[in-house]
T-cell receptor, first 115, second 119 residues
Framework: GNSVTQMEGPVTLSEEAFLTINCTYT??????LFWYVQYPGEGLQLLLK?????DKGSNKGFEATYRKETTSFHLEKGSVQVSDSAVYFC??????????????FGTGTLLAVQP | GAVVSQHPSWVICKSGTSVKIECRSL??????MFWYRQFPKQSLMLMAT?????????EQGVEKDKFLINHASLTLSTLTVTSAHPEDSSFYIC???????????????FGPGTRLTVL
C-alpha cells in the first residue's frame, strides 16, 4: 500500500544553516506530494505541494522537488530562522477508486533552530 | 486561509465515560471532514471521512461503534469516543475541505487537535 517515510528528528540547527529533511514514498499510480508544517499549539498548515514528476513546490524559502525516479520529495531551505522551528510532515495524496483523495502522512520531523 | 477550530483542546475523563470532540469550519462550508489520530512520535492516521449529511466512511480497523462521527451541518462535525478506555488516549485532529462561496477548496485545513487522556 501507499506509505511515506521521513527522517527522524529532532533536527537541531543554528540560525542561517542549510536544512534538508528527507522524505521518500511508496505509491501506486501518480500521487500528489505535500509538506505540512505544524507550529506549536497550532494545526497543520500546507507548506508546499507538487502534483507531478519534476514539479518543484516552493513557499517561504522552502523547496521540494517531486523525484519519481528516486520516489523522493526532500524538503530544503537555504537559511533557516528561529521562526522555522516546528514539526514538518511529508504526505502523499492518491485517489482510491475515484473516492475522496486521502492524505497519508510520514511520522513528522521536529526542527529546532537555535539563535 | 480557511480556519478550522476544535473543542476542547484537551480533555481528561474517567474510563467508561464518553467524550465528544467538536470540529468547526469557521469561514467556509466543509462538505468533507476527516478525523485523524496521532500517537506520540507517529504519523497521523486517518480514522474516518465524513461527507455532510452522509454516514462516515471508516478506515479498516477503526471501530465505528466506538468512534461515532456526526457531520450534520456544513460547519460542524463531532467525534464521540464511547466508553473510553486508557488505550483511547491520544491526540485527535480533524481537517475539513469544501467550498467558500462559489470557489471549491481542494486543500484540507486542519484543526489544532484535541488531547484526550483517559484515566
Amino acid at each position: 500500500g501507499n506509505s511515506v517515510t521521513q527522517m527522524e528528528g529532532p533536527v537541531t540547527l543554528s540560525e542561517e544553516a542549510f536544512l534538508t529533511i528527507n522524505c521518500t514514498y511508496t505509491a501506486t499510480g501518480y500521487p500528489s506530494l505535500f509538506w505540512y508544517v505544524q507550529y506549536p499549539g497550532e494545526g497543520l498548515q500546507l507548506l508546499l505541494k507538487a502534483t507531478k514528476a519534476d514539479d518543484k513546490g516552493s513557499n517561504k524559502g522552502f523547496e521540494a522537488t517531486y523525484r519519481k525516479e528516486t520516489t523522493s520529495f526532500h524538503l530544503e531551505k537555504g537559511s533557516v530562522q528561529v521562526s522555522d522551528s516546528a514539526v514538518y510532515f511529508c504526505a502523499l495524496s492518491s485517489p482510491i477508486g475515484g473516492a475522496t483523495n486521502k492524505l497519508i502522512f510520514g511520522t513528522g520531523t521536529l526542527l529546532a533552530v537555535q539563535p | 486561509g480557511a480556519v478550522v477550530s476544535q473543542h476542547p483542546s484537551w480533555v481528561i475523563c474517567k474510563s467508561g465515560t464518553s467524550v465528544k470532540i467538536e470540529c468547526r469550519s469557521l469561514d467556509f462550508q466543509a462538505t468533507t471532514m476527516f478525523w485523524y489520530r496521532q500517537f506520540p512520535k507517529q504519523s497521523l492516521m486517518l480514522m474516518a471521512t465524513s461527507n455532510e449529511g452522509s454516514k462516515a466512511t471508516y478506515e479498516q480497523g477503526v471501530e465505528k461503534d466506538k468512534f461515532l462521527i456526526n457531520h450534520a451541518s456544513l460547519t460542524l462535525s463531532t467525534l464521540t469516543v464511547t466508553s473510553a478506555h486508557p488505550e483511547d488516549s491520544s491526540f485527535y485532529i480533524c481537517s475539513a475541505r469544501g467550498t467558500s462561496g462559489r470557489a471549491s477548496i481542494n486543500e484540507q485545513f486542519f484543526g489544532p487537535g484535541t488531547r484526550l487522556t483517559v484515566l
